[in-house]
Structures are given as structure tokens and as C-alpha cells.
């Protein structure tokens, strides 16, 4: 490993801050860049070096529970996380699902309940099925992908 390499890796570890990432996206790349900082050789340093990069609002959570080991400082900052997102008051980065590696690609299905389409529906609807409305006097047809 040249030493240029082991620099960067090193830079890296040093500003590497949560920001959008999820908790567990945080600690995947903590953990891969850890094993460059041989210099964090106690648990309180590989702790204190994970709260740092935690957001502000899950930080100060964290921090009160005085977690001893990295493992304690991953899991309980997993767990503000999930309290967090399930009040509303933080919300994880919505990135899209990484496309299935088979070769089998569908169409994505129509709904006709997205907050762009205008369109009304009697008030005898009852409920849907892939576009077709049920137990209504009209019919709803889901909009064209052109």
C-alpha cells in the first residue's frame, strides 16, 4: 500500500461526518476506514471518533448513554436513529433501491392515489385495483407513461 494511498485513506477517516448517510451507510464506511487509523488504539478513541461524525441531534442523544465501546456507540446510535426518523423528526436520505441484478426489469406499476394526478373519483368508490376503480359509477384509467 503506497504511502500516498494510506494518506488519503487517513484524510478520509478524519473528515468523514454522517451528513445524509444512513446509520448504517455511517458505520459501513466508518469501519472500512478504520483499519487505516492504527492510531485509535483504545475503544474511547474509536468511540469518541464515531460520535464526532454523528449528526448533531443523534449525537447529543448518544453521548448522554456514555456508550464504553464502539459496539455500544453503533448500536445505540442505530436505535436514536430509528426513535428519531419514527417522531418525525429526522428523516433518512430517500435514495432509489438499487436496481435487482437479475436481467428481469417490469413496468412500474400505476396508481392513481399520487398527489399529481387531478383526477376525482366518485364518491361510491370503494378501492382499487391495479387502476381499475371498484364499486363506483365511472371508471378511473391510470395515466399514460408518454
Known amino acids: 500500500m503506497s504511502e500516498g494511498y494510506l494518506e488519503r485513506k487517513l484524510n478520509e477517516f478524519h473528515d468523514l461526518k454522517q451528513g445524509t448517510k444512513t ?18 488504539n483504545t475503544e474511547k478513541l474509536k468511540v469518541n471518533k464515531f460520535l464526532y461524525g454523528l449528526n448533531a441531534i443523534i449525537k447529543e442523544k448518544v453521548r448522554i448513554l456514555v456508550p464504553k465501546t464502539l459496539h455500544e456507540v453503533v448500536q445505540r446510535a442505530v436505535i436514536v436513529e430509528e426513535e428519531l ?26 396508481r392513481i392515489n399520487h398527489k399529481s394526478d387531478t383526477r376525482s373519483v366518485s364518491s361510491k368508490h370503494h378501492g382499487t385495483i391495479r387502476g381499475k376503480t371498484l364499486n363506483t359509477q365511472r371508471n378511473v384509467v391510470p395515466k399514460s407513461s408518454h
Do not use: C, Q, T
Open 85 to 110: 426518523v419514527e417522531r418525525g423528526e429526522i428523516k433518512v436520505s430517500m435514495r432509489p433501491p438499487k436496481p435487482p441484478d437479475n436481467h428481469y426489469h417490469s413496468k412500474p406499476s400505476h
Open 23 to 40: 446509520m448504517g451507510e455511517y458505520k459501513s464506511r466508518f469501519m472500512e476506514l478504520l483499519r487505516y487509523a492504527s492510531y485509535l
